[in-house]
């Protein structure tokens, strides 16, 4: 951005982390993208280490330029998420404990995703909100196929739903039978 001072969007790769930085109005906001991340003992910490940079960038954007940006939306997207085998007690004591929030549906306000299986490709349904119309159907024959095709699509508004989707699909190319919501 500072580069170009009129973009509305960078990008950084650090080689196990790229960092997209996009302004939208008054906001800067920021998605990772991370090689991969322990859920359970430092989540937490990563958020914070990001969150700390877009503090960086939107301090060192309001200096250089005499603006008032603020920090937006940060969004950690994990290419894998790992949790340790000496913690998986501890992971499912944190389940038991938080079950009722799991289980909370949220809609997203730009619709939401069917995922099926069709063969060996698998079939991603994207529908709008309140009248669940098909919107736009995919088809993809592999994970990474379907990372590149929607990670810069605008048909989430909420990060949680894009890692929903995220955690949908690839079970969807792992298992043969596979079934939305069923685990």
């Known amino acids: 951005m500072r580069i170009n001072p009129y973009s509305v969007g960078a990008v950084y790769y650090g080689g196990d982390y790229l960092v997209q930085g996009v302004i939208s109005g008054d906001y800067y906001n920021q998605l990772v993208y ?10 937490c910490r990563q958020l914070y280490r990001w969150w ?6 939107v301090e060192a954007l309001n200096g250089e330029f005499n603006a008032w940006y603020s920090v937006g939306s940060i969004a950690l997207i994990p290419f894998s998420a790992r949790i340790y085998a000496r913690d998986i007690s501890r992971a499912e004591e944190f389940v038991k404990r938080n079950s009722g929030v799991f289980m909370e549906f949220v809609e997203d306000p730009r619709g939401n995703f069917l995922v099926m299986r069709e063969g060996d490709s698998v079939v991603v349904e994207h529908r709008l909100p309140i009248t669940n119309a098909l919107h736009r159907r995919f088809s993809f024959k592999s994970l990474e196929e379907a990372y590149n095709v929607l990670k ?5 508004t909420n990060y949680s739903h894009a890692m929903y989707l995220g955690k949908e699909l690839a079970r969807a190319f792992l298992l043969r039978d596979y079934e939305q919501d069923k685990l």
């Open 152 to 156: 810069n699509s605008n048909h989430f």
């Open 34 to 43: 991370l090689r991969s991340v322990d859920v359970l003992n430092d989540w």
């Open 52 to 57: 700390s940079l877009a503090k960086r960038v």
